[in-house]
């Protein structure tokens, strides 16, 4: 017998598909361990803490607030701190910000009167905004990043503190400058990586009236809304240069198989976000150069010091 012609091929099947293209999916990216602002929060407990043993109001007082329990730990007089505090004196001498003490060159204090409170209350407030801001950043940026930004937000709100005090009459202390600073920053973060966000309009105009409660806040008495809104300025530059995120559909190299060609390949960062980038960082440099140099020409009257908080 002959053997059976071949079958001829499927004319609708077609061409065999191609060969799969190879898959690379890039790993979830896994949150910092946030661990600088539980330490930052240590430290202003420590540091409120040790004002209130070198207060030691019992020595200068009879009408101290809980004496029987604190003992040399207990608060000045309601008529001398609302706040549940020490007194003005050791606050300056511990380095709170005066200007006319930074002007005779303690320009340590610009940063100093960022770790000390007012009391207890105004410990209390700046404290559960710190957790409440700074543990999310800290977990998506890293320790490096919000503790540059913290310091930095916190020397601009004492520079602008400085400046607007031409009369020389404030005793100033509080972290409630760098505490803004982390506020501004998350507006800025919020519009450099805008195209990586789902409900955009929602999530800006949450953050704006979160900030505007909070700067509200500073038209108080007593309160420093100066320092409040120079850290929320250094902060929003600053976030610009700190916060940049990539831009949706980036692959990092590391993560592409050998071989591989991505024909389209995206880059990094969009060309506004360089922008922002380069132009926020002049800014703050520039602002920066120009408050410490106008805070080194003025001089300031001395008057009677009268204490305020950040």
Known sequence: MGKRPPIPPDI???SPPPPA????????????????????????????ATTMYLNDCPARS???????????????????????????????????????????????RLVSCIWLHGGLLHLMANMISLLCIGMRLEQEFGFLRI??????????GSLMSCLTDSRGERVSVGASGALFGLLGAM???????????????????TLILIIALNLSVGFLPRVDNSAHFGGFLAGFFLGFVLLLR????????????????????????????????????AILLAGFIAAYAKLLREHTVETVPLREFN
């Open 147 to 156: 503790g540059a930004l913290y310091v930095i937000s916190g020397l601009g």
């Open 246 to 281: 990539p831009q949706y559909g980036y692959v990092n190299p590391k993560y592409i198989p050998p071989g591989y060609d991505m024909k389209h390949k995206k880059p990094k960062h969009k060309c506004y976000q360089h922008v922002l980038k380069f132009t926020s960082l």
């Open 62 to 108: 009879d009408e101290c607030l809980l004496f029987d329990i604190l003992g040399r730990l207990s608060f000045q007089p309601i008529k001398e701190n609302m706040l549940l505090g020490p007194s003005i004196p050791t606050l300056r001498k511990l380095g709170a910000l005066e200007r006319k003490l930074v002007e005779e060159g303690e320009k340590w």
């Open 21 to 48: 293209r190879p898959q690379f999916r890039p790993p979830i990216p896994v949150p910092w361990f946030a661990w600088l602002v539980p330490v930052i929060l240590t430290a202003n407990i420590i540091t409120f």
């Open 187 to 205: 507006l800025s973060e919020l519009i450099t990586n805008w195209t990586i966000y789902e409900n955009k309009c929602t999530a800006l105009m």
């Open 12 to 14: 609708e099947r077609g």
